[in-house]
């Protein structure tokens, strides 16, 4: 099985930054995509920014220029700075991993357990 531990959540002035950190472990065969969405309180799940395995990254409108993913490939992890926080980014933010436990296997979401966020004065 593939487990995610995320760490860096808390509590943060509007317009401070956080860095969050996620570190998979178990038998991953494959991984697609790392990436991290998150969830406030009343409302779906959404995504924050996602990172390929080919490079690739995509990132929701409303975080362009003030998050930056980055993933380390070789230790399945994946890191999200968050510069210039808001009130509205106040959320549960959860770690996200594509990828299969071997070659037979078909590709699957896997989610860490969430951090909470808080943004406030």
């Known amino acids: 099985q593939v487990q995610l531990v995320e760490a860096g959540g808390g509590l943060v002035q509007p317009g401070g930054s956080l860095r969050l950190s996620c570190a998979a472990s178990?038998?991953?065969?494959?991984?697609?995509?790392m990436g991290w969405y998150r969830q406030a309180p009343g409302k779906q799940r959404e995504l924050v920014a996602l990172?390929?395995?080919?490079?690739?990254?995509k990132y929701a409108d409303s975080m362009k220029g003030r998050f930056t993913i980055s993933r380390d490939n070789a230790k399945n992890a994946v890191h999200l700075q968050m510069n210039s926080l808001k009130p509205e980014d106040t959320a549960v933010y959860y770690c996200?991993?594509?990828?299969?436990?071997?070659?037979?296997?078909?590709?699957?979401?896997?989610w860490g357990q969430g951090t909470q966020v808080t943004v406030s004065s």
């Open positions: 990172k390929s395995s080919d490079g690739s990254t």
């Open positions: 996200n991993l594509n990828g299969k436990l071997g070659w037979a296997y078909a590709p699957r979401d896997y």
């Open positions: 178990g038998s991953i065969f494959s991984v697609y995509a």
